[in-house]
């Protein structure tokens, strides 16, 4: 009786530990996923499909688009950093890509998205333009590990 109340004990831990796996958010599992140091492939660029490459463009434009602009304020960076979220948003959205070209991109996304939540909660200008540099930083980064 007792080595069958053991093996129920180990059934039941081992499905719990898989319901809650299943459960854990995308972003958790797009976190655990990009804990490692983005590098090159064998010296080769990752592989993106066009809709992904498509919305890292888009959210490089959003960023050309404030660098052209006028008027540096922290209601401005704030709303730099919604329009930013918006296309990061629509990236995840979109995104079907599979494999370890993949997982290469959530490395470098999970940085930008950090970078975007800084810039969207600065209370200071001063602190709003570190986070920009970060973003701009980080966006530059996408043609040195990825191509279509």
Not at 96 to 101: H, L
């Amino acid at each position: 009786m007792k080595k069958l109340f053991i093996i129920a004990a180990l059934i039941m831990s081992t499905l719990l530990t898989l319901n809650v796996t299943a459960m854990t958010a995308p972003s958790v599992r797009l976190r655990q996923a990009s804990s490692e140091k983005l590098v090159l492939n064998n010296g080769a660029k990752w592989k993106v499909d066009k809709t992904t490459d498509v919305n890292a463009r888009n959210l490089k434009a959003i960023l050309r688009g404030f660098n052209n602009g006028h008027g540096r304020s922290l209601a401005g960076y704030h709303k730099l950093a919604a329009d930013l979220q918006s296309g990061l948003d629509k990236m995840i959205k979109e995104c079907r890509m599979k494999g370890p070209d993949h997982l290469a991109l959530h490395k470098w996304l999970e940085p930008l998205m950090d970078h975007v939540a800084k810039l969207k909660q600065a209370a200071t200008v001063a602190a709003a333009v570190k986070s920009f540099q970060a973003v701009k930083l980080q966006l530059n980064r996408y043609d040195q590990y990825f191509e279509l």
